[in-house]
């Protein structure tokens, strides 16, 4: 069983950075693809960043240019540093481990991942 454990949430400006770390069990991050999802109230859950066992990445198109995603294997930690943050970014972002494609994340899919974290808010005002 895969147990992941979001940190790093908070309150921040318009403008201000926020870094989201991942405990991930041991040899997580080596063996599934890890990503980063959002869900603003109302709305759906959404990707925002995803890496693979090989450290491919890929961004959603509102995470483009702003958010960087990367991991450290020898912790099992999974980061997302956010910049520039907008107050639409406000969210609950959740961290995720898949192996459906075995290491390959493929889409930011919701289906495409089976572990979930509890979440972390992030606020940010305007």
């Known amino acids: 069983q895969v147990q992941l454990v979001e940190s790093g949430g908070g309150s921040v400006q318009a403008g201000g950075s926020l870094r989201l770390s991942c405990a991930a069990s041991a040899y997580t991050n080596r063996r599934y693809c890890m990503g980063w999802f959002r869900q603003a109230p109302g709305k759906e859950r959404e990707g925002v960043a995803a890496?693979?066992?090989?450290?491919?990445?890929r961004y959603a198109d509102s995470a483009k240019g702003r958010f960087t995603i990367s991991k450290d294997n020898a912790k099992n930690t999974l980061y997302l540093q956010m910049n520039s943050l907008k107050p639409e970014d406000t969210a609950m972002y959740y961290c995720?481990?898949?192996?459906?494609?075995?290491?390959?994340?493929?889409?930011?899919?919701?289906?495409?991942?089976?572990?979930w974290g509890q979440g972390t808010l992030v606020t940010v005002s305007s």
């Open positions: 995720a481990a898949g192996q459906k494609y075995g290491g390959f994340c493929g889409a930011l899919f919701v289906g495409n991942f089976e572990f």
């Open positions: 890496i693979d066992s090989d450290g491919t990445k």
